[in-house]
């Protein structure tokens, strides 16, 4: 699942590519997911020009010139794919065909993506957007496994499995831990590291990606990767599920509960 980063990304190089440029014809292929009709979408859409791409948690937000938001979660599997001819890509969900003869579609194996006509506001803070009272308060009132709350879309947006897990690395707290039981030092730790490890992310994945969609990108994690046994420190690299999701950690993170 592409997460803040790959998202962050994403809507970058959408701007860079499509901003301004005025959409011809939106194309649903399929529809199940979608909030109103694809002729409504058409009409919303169609023939207004599209003036910026927002990341909003792990939702990017298409804005056009007519005041209407377009939302779009990939969910597991989707994918954004920029179009070269008029063809239909292999498992197309919509696609956005623009007056210049570019365009680029939703791409999704399992059907699964998700698009909102006017998604509504959402009060959750976004991962990059953290105030660190909010953050000590909310681990201090939460018993529960600190990698889980991590993830919680509910209590703050963008961080997902992968991200989870390099977060927790870089500040040595082990994801089993109970986020009430954390010491107040490790807290503020673990706060700045979730900039830095996702503002370096960023970074990484926009240098690889350039100008073009490459699509989700997990070659520079440092230990959420099942092609790694070690650490770049050699420590070595354990899996465990929690909540059904795969954990990396090390022995090296402490665990608080």
């Known amino acids: 699942m592409a997460e803040l980063p790959d998202l962050t990304v994403f809507a970058q190089i959408l701007y860079r590519n499509f901003k ?3 959409l011809d014809k939106v194309d649903v292929t399929v529809a199940k997911k979608l909030n109103v009709s694809a002729a409504q979408l058409s009409a919303a859409l169609e023939g207004h020009e599209l003036t910026d791409v ?3 948690g792990k939702t990017l937000h298409f804005h056009f010139s007519s005041g209407q938001i377009l939302g779009l979660h990939l969910m597991l599997r989707g994918e954004l794919l920029e179009l070269e001819n008029d063809d239909t890509p292999r498992f197309q969900i919509m696609a956005f065909r ?12 399992q059907k699964q993506a998700t698009p909102t006509l006017q998604p509504k506001p959402l009060e ?6 953290l105030n660190e009272e909010y953050f000590t308060a909310l ?7 600190v990698k889980t709350l991590l993830m919680d879309q509910h209590l703050l947006r963008g961080i997902g499995n992968s991200y989870a897990d390099e977060i927790l690395y870089h500040a040595g707290i082990s994801p089993f831990s109970i986020a009430n039981t954390i010491p107040d030092k490790q807290v503020s730790k673990l706060f700045k590291s979730i900039r830095t490890v996702l503002e370096k992310a960023i970074k990484d994945i926009a240098e690889a990606n350039g100008y073009e969609l490459k699509g989700e990108l997990k070659d520079f994690m440092k230990i959420h990767s099942p092609k790694l046994k070690t650490t770049a420190k050699g420590e070595t690299i354990k899996t465990e599920k929690i909540g059904g999701r ?3 950690y090390t022995d090296s993170q402490e665990l608080f509960n």
């Open 124 to 129: 959750t803070p976004d991962a990059l957007g």
């Open 98 to 109: 623009f007056k210049n003869g570019t365009g680029f579609a939703v791409i999704d194996l």
């Open 139 to 145: 681990l201090a009132k939460k018993r529960m496994v």
């Open 246 to 248: 795969t954990t990396y």
């Open 54 to 56: 927002k990341r909003e």
């Open 20 to 22: 301004g440029k005025v």
